[in-house]
């Protein structure tokens, strides 16, 4: 037998495209995941059925957060932990693990295994990987380990001292990962005014968010000018996008009595809007009732959700980039310009079809997943689409349908959260696949608009 690690198992899989092999390594942590959570002592009293594990295992590494089943008073410490383990897996990354081992293990890393490390790390090449790896388990270990330090001052003082521990652990993780998986059942509703809260747990996902990528240029070049193109967009973007959420959450839930308007000082309000607007497209952390919403704030969400990220990071969703290069494209042809241009940089043809190409896949998944489930599913219409926005961002938030669809129905969340994760890379591999000697035919034109 060949194992994941050895030099026989990359032999045997290297004829195959590398995102076909993440996918399929990927597909093979949810089953033992599953497999974990299905026995006996991962469940409190009745073991957790084949469709509540499957789904548990695929929410938590594909680090989405979505769950049939109350995590805390469901699952053991075993469960648990079987939990956090996937979502730190599936939040790294296989191949960044996988190499971290080799490393540590003083064993060498072959090109094999750099071919699918590339592909993960969405580089377009060899170089530096190793270091990018390095830098990355920097950020995950001191990110993780500050936020269980500053976690623990809310949690022991609550639940004593082991138990406060392992609160603060599982939720440092969660969030770094931006898992969003909580062990309380009403997510972090009860630490609605906490400041420590407010401040550990968005700062642990925003980082995640960014992308490591962004991460290590930060901590390497230290100034704006500097910094590649890749991190000005993605600092700036980023930071739009948080002023947008958490402003126009505060306007749209204001006087909303299920939501804000339940507080009555503006600055409990306030602080509320602050932490639910960050973690809208990333996260899944909830401190509001997501189903006392309005549908303006609902829709405002799913654009949020289906953003996403950065990439390189432990966020879902077509990626901030990704829509900054179709904002640019929008403005060069309406201005009639051939050529994209941010920061003093010009963006190449490749970018924008690659782009447009996930764009169109993204929206095509989400739209038939909407269909499937209303099929079987006679909920609530905007509820579903919310659902299914949330699980292919692999953000977290929901409405309370997911809890409520029938087998036929978790089966395409699981598969929606499943492309969420490795869509990108299988749709690599499609755009990678060998194309015939380029034919120019004539030239013609079609009317648009």
């Given at each position: ?448 608009g």
């Open positions: 037998m060949a194992f994941p690690l050895s030099p026989r198992f990359w032999r045997r899989t290297i004829d195959l495209p590398p995102p076909a092999v993440l996918s399929l390594l990927y597909a093979g942590l949810v089953i033992v995941g599953a497999l974990a959570l299905k026995l006996p002592w991962a469940a409190r009293g009745v073991p957790a059925t084949w469709s509540e594990a499957l789904f548990t295992a695929t929410s938590a590494v594909t680090v989405t957060g979505l769950s049939v089943v109350d995590t805390g008073s469901h699952f053991t410490f075993f469960g648990q932990l079987v939990v956090l383990v996937l979502i730190q897996l599936g939040g790294l990354g296989l191949m960044t693990f996988a190499v971290l081992v080799l490393t540590m293990l003083g064993l060498p890393v072959g090109v094999s295994q750099r071919v699918f490390l590339r592909e993960e790390l969405n580089q377009t090449s060899f170089a530096d990987l190793l270091r990018l790896v390095r830098q990355i388990l920097r950020v995950v270990v001191v990110c993780e380990v500050v936020g269980i330090v500053l976690l623990a001052f809310v949690f022991v003082p609550d639940f004593g001292a082991w138990e406060g521990l392992w609160q603060a652990i599982f939720h440092s993780i969660s969030a770094f990962n931006n898992a969003g998986f909580s062990l309380f059942a009403d997510n972090l509703s009860g630490y609605v005014f906490d400041p420590i809260i407010n401040l550990v747990v968005p700062a642990l996902f925003v980082i995640g968010g960014i992308g490591f990528i962004v991460t290590s240029d930060i901590m390497q070049k230290r100034q704006w000018r500097r910094f590649t193109l890749h991190t000005k967009l993605m600092l700036v973007v980023t930071l739009a996008l948080i002023v947008w959420s958490v402003v126009g959450f505060a306007a749209l839930e204001w006087n909303n009595p299920a939501t804000l308007g339940q507080y009555h000082s503006i600055i409990e309000k306030l602080t509320a809007s602050w932490f639910q607007g960050l973690t809208t497209r990333t996260a899944g952390f909830n401190t509001i009732d997501m189903s006392g919403i309005h549908d303006a704030t609902a829709l405002m969400f799913m654009s949020l959700m289906f953003i996403g990220g950065g990439s390189t990071s432990t966020a879902g969703g077509i990626k901030v980039t990704t829509f900054v290069v179709l904002l640019l494209a929008t403005v060069a042809f309406f201005r009639q310009r051939p050529n994209l241009h941010a920061f003093g940089r010009s963006l190449g043809r490749e970018e924008v079809m690659k782009v447009l190409a996930l764009s169109i896949v993204s929206v095509m998944v989400v739209m038939g997943a909407i269909f499937t489930i209303s099929l079987s599913h006679d909920g609530d219409f905007l509820d579903l689409a919310f659902e299914v926005t949330s699980a292919f961002g692999t953000v977290g938030l929901s409405r309370g349908a997911t809890a409520e669809l029938d087998t036929l129905g978790r089966f395409v969340i699981i598969l929606v959260m499943f492309i969420g994760r490795v869509g990108p890379l299988t749709l690599g591999f499609f755009l990678a696949t060998k194309v015939p000697p380029r034919i120019r035919y004539p030239s013609s034109r079609i009317y648009l």
